[in-house]
């Protein structure tokens, strides 16, 4: 009996571990509004591995610090993803040294690198008439990533209440 309940203590121990880890890396989060639409819809949930910029590939969704009000990030960076956060969730466009998307993000029209320098990421929602992205912010900084989107999990018609609510 004493040995049965050591072993049942470990595997508790064992088990708590690894929500732990994994809480760590995987979040959930759920979207609010609708610059990534058609890809993404106002109430879809997605799960997210925690990622830096060097784990961001051309095409990526991912997850990001929202900026200030005035267009640019004046907080420290984000350690811990919680309620209440604003975040946004974009496309990479271009990652470091791919060409600079001139064309494509205004922002950029007047620098006067070829390459998208390291530690930066473009971004731009898929709807994009209706999105804070790089056609505005210009660069996003690497620190500032949060992580990459690996799955769509449904949509909910309220706020879930474990995850963080993004902006798309």
Not at 99 to 126: F, I, N, T, W, Y
Request: aromatic share 2%.
């Amino acid at each position: 009996m004493i040995r049965t309940l050591g072993t049942l203590a470990v595997g508790a121990l064992a088990l708590g571990a690894l929500a732990w880890l994994v809480r760590r890396r995987v979040f959930v989060v759920t979207v609010r509004g609708g610059s990534m639409e058609p890809t993404l819809s106002d109430g879809d949930r997605l799960v997210c591995r925690r990622a830096g910029i060097a784990a961001v590939h051309r095409g990526d969704i991912v997850v990001l610090e929202r900026p200030d009000t005035d267009r640019h990030w004046t907080r420290p960076p984000v350690t811990r993803i919680g309620k209440g956060q604003e975040l946004l969730v974009k496309r990479a466009v271009a990652v470091p040294g791919d060409q600079v998307p001139r064309s494509l993000v205004p922002a950029l029209a007047g620098r006067p690198e070829d390459r998208v320098p390291p530690r930066c990421l473009v971004v731009l929602g898929d709807n994009g008439a209706h999105s804070l992205d790089s056609k505005r912010l210009g660069y996003i900084p690497a620190e500032r990533v949060l992580g990459v989107v690996r799955r769509r999990l449904g949509t909910t018609t309220r706020r879930a209440r474990h995850s963080t609510t993004i902006e798309a």
